[in-house]
């Protein structure tokens, strides 16, 4: 007989995606920001370090965005397997921002992103397992 358990698996997440849906033209953000593309801004942040990949240096930027249930988050593992996904509501714990629908982003000269909590929580990815 065959029977599936539950079991737990050690993960290691390196980077999260971020899609944000630019709503408001360029009021979110402007539309020459770097990783804009068209109405999306597309970021990968290296978890541990809040360092956005390919973040073009000597610019800086301060974005707060209502994304409300538009949002696309992925986690990564270092060989950029997919290892979780969060569509919708701002990922908190995780993504900087407010009740759910705000992301707030403090970027660097460097790309760093200022507010990048130290000690990320990713019990939104999975709401039944306990993975901070």
């Excluded at 358990?5 to 997440?13: A, F, G, L, N, S």
């Excluded at 000597?58 to 969060?86: R, S």
């Excluded at 759910?100 to 200022?114: A, C, H, P």
């Amino acid at each position: 007989m065959k029977v599936q358990v539950p079991t737990t698996k050690e993960i290691d997440i390196r980077y999260i995606t971020l899609e944000l849906p630019c709503r408001y033209d360029d009021e979110d953000i402007p539309y020459d920001a770097p990783l804009r593309e068209n109405d999306i801004w597309k970021a990968a942040v290296h978890i541990e370090t809040g360092i956005i990949e390919k973040w073009p240096q000597g610019q800086k930027l301060n974005l707060y965005m209502k994304v409300c249930d538009e949002g696309l988050y992925k986690l990564y593992d270092k060989d950029w397997v997919e290892l979780g996904c969060v569509q919708g509501y701002v990922p908190h714990g995780v993504v900087p921002g407010e009740y759910g629908d705000y992301v707030e982003l403090n970027i660097d000269e460097f790309g760093v992103i200022t507010n990048w909590p130290h000690k990320p929580q990713f019990n939104q990815f999975w709401p039944d397992v306990d993975a901070s």
